[in-house]
Nanobody, 125 residues
Framework: QVQPVESGGGMVQAGGSLRLSCAAS????????VGWFRQAPGKVREFVAA????????NYHEYVKGRFIISRDNSKDTVYLQLNNLKPDDTAVYYC??????????????????WGRGTQVTVSS
């Protein structure tokens, strides 16, 4: 059983950058496609980005295209989410999750079976 673990959150000013990392205990993360989701206070959890096992296919929510970059280093068994040009609306808890169908980059929450506990990103104006 894989258990994702997020890190790298923090507080930045608008226009700043952060890099989130998703590692895992249990089974190797490289066996799964990985998605990043976020949940702001009072809002539903929403899809942010996803990447296939080989890193060749990615998918982004329209809100973050051109600002966020998802990548993975399977030699380090880690998936990254680079957050650039951050806006106050990006403030949320960010979660990574694993999808056993390694070729999928779906937005569907139900396809992701294991979830981390999240890392807080706060963007001040």
């Amino acid at each position: 059983q894989v258990q994702p673990v997020e890190s790298g959150g923090g507080m930045v000013q608008a226009g700043g950058s952060l890099r989130l990392s998703c590692a895992a205990s249990g089974r190797p993360l490289s066996s799964y496609s990985v998605g990043w989701f976020r949940q702001a206070p009072g809002k539903v959890r929403e899809f942010v980005a996803a990447i296939t096992t080989n890193g060749r296919t990615t998918n982004y929510h329209e809100y973050v295209k051109g600002r966020f970059i998802i990548s993975r280093d399977n030699s380090k068994d880690t998936v990254y989410l680079q957050l650039n040009n951050l806006k106050p609306d990006d403030t949320a808890v960010y979660y990574c999750a694993t999808n056993p169908l390694g070729s999928q980059v779906t937005v569907a929450h139900a396809s992701y079976r294991a979830w981390g506990r999240g890392t807080q990103v706060t963007v001040s104006s």
